[in-house]
C-alpha cells in the first residue's frame, strides 16, 4: 500500500515537471531572504514618432524652397545650398531610411500584400515628390534626394556622352523599376534597398561591397554626372515621366532665347535640346513609313518581352526565400554545405510546417512570378518600344529649351544665359 | 472674353499635356487614397519573434551596423538565478569560475553577481554584447530561457529592409507597431506589456 502511494506521488512530481518543461520554467523564480529585488528588463525606445512627422515637413518645406529657388528665383546657388541641407538632413542625420527611392517598394507590397499596412510617413515620401514634379519639374532630384545631391556635389568634371548611349543607358531605370515592382510584389525582397549605393556613406558604416560600389558610382560621377540618378534610379524613372507633363518648369532663358549657344554645354546631364534645324529633317515618307513600322512592332515587341521574361520566371522566383528552401528540400542539396545541416533546413524543422504545405506555397509564389514575368516583359517591350519610336519623332524646335524628362532641374544653365528678364517682377 | 482667349491659344501640343497632367495628378489622388485607407497611422519597427529564432548567429554578422543593433536582453523575471547557469558557463568546463575560458560568452558581456546563497544575478553589458545568441541557445537548452535576443531599438537604424531579416533562416524578423517595439517571449509577455 505504502509502495503504490509513493509510486503515485513519484508520478504526480513527475507531471508537475514535464508540464514544466513544455513552459521552460526549469526553474522557479527565487524568493530572496536578502529583500534583493529583480531589476527590470531594460526596453530602449525607438526613435520617437514626432520626429517622423517633423522629416514629413521637412521634405515638404524643402521641396517648396527648391521649386521656388528653381521657378522664381533662378538660383543655382541656392539650389546648391539645398543639396548640400538635403545631404546633412536626409543623408546624414535621418541616416537615409525612409527615402523616396525606397518607398516605392514599400507603396507596391501595399498595393499587393493585405497585410502589410504602409506608414502614413512613407506614403507622403513616396507622393510629395511625385505631385511637387508634376507642378514644378524635377525640383525633388534637384536638392531633396540625398542621394542625387550627393552626386550632384560630385560632379566636378563632367564630360558629355553619346547621344545614343545616352538613350540605350536611360532604358536601365525602366528595368530596374520593374523588377523592384516585382520583387517587392511578391513580398520577396527590396532589392532597390538592398542595392543602395550611397546608404553606407550616410551612416558612416555598411558593408564592403557596400562603399565598392558607391564609391565606384562617385568616382565615375565625377566625370559623368550623377549616374546613379540618369541609369539607375528606379524613382527616377517615375519622375521622368511624370516630369514631361510638368505645370511649369525651369527655363533655360528668363525671356527670349537669342540663340547664342552659351548654355549648349552648360548641363552635365545631357538634358538641353538644341534648336533642330529644317534640312536636318527627314524626307517625309521614309520618316512617317518608320514612325508606322515602330507603331506596328510595339504590341509585337510586348509579346515577345512577356514571352521572353515569362521563361525565366523559375530563375526570378529562387531570389525568394521559401522557393529556395522548397527547392534545396527537393533536391536534397542543404544549401551546398558539405557537414552540418543548414540553418534554414534546422529553422524549417523546429517550426512543424509540413513539406507538402511548403510546396504548395513555394508552387503558387512561382506562379505569382509567372505572371509577374509577363506584365514586366511587356512593361519593358513598351518601354523599348516607345525609346524606338521617340528615336523617329522629328520636333522642330527654334530654341534651346530643357528636355523636361531628363532635366533634374539643378538650374547650372540659368546661370550661363545673358538674357535680363524683360520685368524684374515676373 | 478673356476666357476665350486663352482657350484659342491653348494648342494640340498644350492640350495633350494637359491632359495627361490631368490624368496623372488624378491617379496620385486616387493611390494616397487607396493608400490611406490601408494605412496604420503609426509607424514600424523591425523586431524577431525569440519564438522562432534558432540562434544561427547571424544577427550578430548581418545587421548594417558593425556592432549589431541585435542585443541579447534579460528577461529577469523569467530567470531561475541559478549558480550553474546554461548561458554563462559553457557546456562541460573542468572548473565552475567564472575565467574567461569558462564562459560561454565570446566578449565576456554577461556579468555574474552573488546575491544570497544558492543565486546569482546575470547581467548584460550592452556595450559588448554582439548578438551571436550563444548564450540565449545554453539558456534555452538548459535554463528557463530568459535570455532572449532582441533589436534594440535605441541602436536601430530601422532600415527600410531590415539586412538581417533578408537572411534569417527563421523567418523570424518582422515589422511590428513602434509603440509596441519588444517581443519577448514565455510568461514575461504580460510583464512587459503592463510596464
Request: aromatic residues 12%; proline residues 5%; glycine residues 8%.
Amino acid at each position: 500500500m505504502k509502495k503504490s502511494l509513493s509510486i503515485i506521488f513519484l508520478l504526480i512530481i513527475f507531471s508537475i515537471q514535464i508540464y514544466n518543461v513544455i513552459a521552460i520554467q526549469r526553474f522557479p523564480k527565487p524568493e530572496f531572504e536578502s529583500g534583493h529585488t529583480q531589476p527590470p528588463t531594460l526596453t530602449p525606445s525607438p526613435r520617437a514618432q514626432a520626429l517622423d512627422i517633423l522629416d514629413v515637413f521637412v521634405l515638404a518645406a524643402a521641396l517648396s524652397i527648391v521649386s521656388w529657388l528653381v521657378i522664381k528665383k533662378r538660383s543655382r546657388k541656392g539650389v546648391f545650398w539645398m543639396s548640400v541641407f538635403a545631404v546633412l538632413y536626409f543623408g546624414i542625420f535621418r541616416e537615409g531610411c525612409v527615402c523616396s527611392v525606397g518607398s516605392l517598394q514599400n507603396v507596391t507590397l501595399a498595393l499587393f500584400n493585405p497585410e502589410y499596412s504602409i506608414p502614413l510617413t512613407v506614403i507622403a515620401f513616396f507622393i510629395l515628390p511625385l505631385v511637387y514634379t508634376l507642378f514644378f519639374g524635377r525640383t525633388f532630384c534637384a536638392g531633396v534626394c540625398p542621394l542625387g545631391t550627393l552626386q550632384d556635389i560630385f560632379a566636378l568634371r563632367p564630360m558629355s556622352i553619346k547621344s545614343w548611349l545616352e538613350k540605350v543607358l536611360g532604358v536601365i531605370p525602366f528595368i530596374y523599376l520593374g523588377l523592384a515592382v516585382l520583387y517587392a510584389a511578391t513580398g520577396t525582397d527590396f532589392i532597390v534597398c538592398r542595392y543602395d549605393p550611397f546608404v553606407g556613406f550616410f551612416r558612416f558604416e555598411g558593408t564592403f561591397m557596400m562603399f565598392i560600389i558607391g564609391g565606384l558610382l562617385l568616382l565615375i560621377g565625377v566625370f559623368i554626372a550623377r549616374p546613379y540618378c540618369r541609369f539607375l534610379c528606379p524613382y527616377g524613372a517615375l519622375l521622368n515621366l511624370v516630369s514631361r507633363f510638368s505645370r511649369k518648369h525651369i527655363t533655360i532663358t528668363p525671356a527670349e532665347c537669342i540663340n547664342c549657344k552659351l548654355c549648349e554645354d552648360s548641363c552635365p546631364f545631357e538634358a538641353i535640346n538644341k534648336p533642330v534645324v529644317l534640312k536636318d529633317k527627314e524626307e517625309k515618307p521614309i520618316a512617317s513609313r518608320r514612325f508606322i513600322f515602330i507603331s506596328v512592332i510595339i504590341p509585337l515587341l510586348v509579346l515577345i518581352g512577356g514571352f521572353t521574361a515569362s521563361q525565366f520566371h523559375e530563375n526570378l522566383a529562387i531570389v525568394n526565400p521559401k522557393v529556395r528552401l522548397a527547392k534545396e528540400l527537393i533536391n536534397n542539396t542543404n544549401y551546398g554545405e558539405p557537414n552540418e545541416e543548414a540553418f534554414e533546413i534546422t529553422a524549417f524543422k523546429s517550426a512543424g510546417q509540413s513539406k507538402e504545405e511548403l510546396y504548395k506555397e513555394a508552387a503558387e509564389i512561382t506562379n505569382q512570378f509567372y505572371i509577374g514575368g509577363w506584365i514586366l516583359g511587356g512593361f519593358l517591350g513598351l518601354v523599348f518600344g516607345f525609346t524606338l519610336l521617340s528615336l523617329s519623332v522629328f520636333r522642330y524646335r527654334e530654341d534651346y529649351t530643357p528636355n523636361k524628362g531628363t532635366c533634374i532641374s539643378c538650374a547650372r544653365c540659368v546661370d550661363y544665359c545673358p538674357v535680363l528678364p524683360e520685368d524684374r517682377s515676373l | 472674353m478673356a476666357k476665350k482667349e486663352k482657350k484659342k491659344k491653348l494648342n494640340r501640343r498644350d492640350f495633350i499635356d494637359r491632359g495627361f497632367r490631368f490624368s496623372i495628378g488624378a491617379g496620385l489622388v486616387g493611390l494616397s487614397g487607396l493608400l490611406a485607407k490601408k494605412s496604420f497611422s503609426n509607424e514600424y519597427v523591425w523586431q524577431l519573434d525569440p519564438e522562432k529564432c534558432i540562434q544561427c548567429g547571424r544577427c550578430a554578422t548581418e545587421c548594417v551596423m558593425t556592432l549589431s543593433a541585435v542585443k541579447c536582453f534579460h528577461v529577469y523575471d523569467m530567470c531561475g538565478y541559478c549558480d550553474l547557469c546554461g548561458g554563462y558557463l559553457r557546456p562541460g568546463v573542468k572548473k565552475l569560475t567564472t575565467a574567461a575560458e569558462n564562459q560561454l560568452c565570446p566578449t565576456s558581456a554577461i556579468e555574474r553577481k552573488f546575491i544570497e546563497e544558492p543565486f546569482f544575478e546575470y547581467h548584460i553589458i550592452e556595450e559588448l554584447c554582439i548578438g551571436c545568441g550563444k548564450c540565449v541557445k545554453g539558456c534555452n537548452a538548459f535554463g528557463n530561457g530568459s535570455l532572449q535576443l532582441q533589436v534594440n531599438h535605441r541602436l536601430c537604424d530601422d532600415c527600410n529592409e531590415c539586412a538581417i531579416a533578408r537572411v534569417c533562416p527563421a523567418d523570424a524578423f518582422e515589422r511590428v507597431p513602434a509603440d509596441n517595439p519588444y517581443k519577448f517571449s514565455g510568461n514575461s509577455k504580460d510583464e512587459t506589456k503592463k510596464s
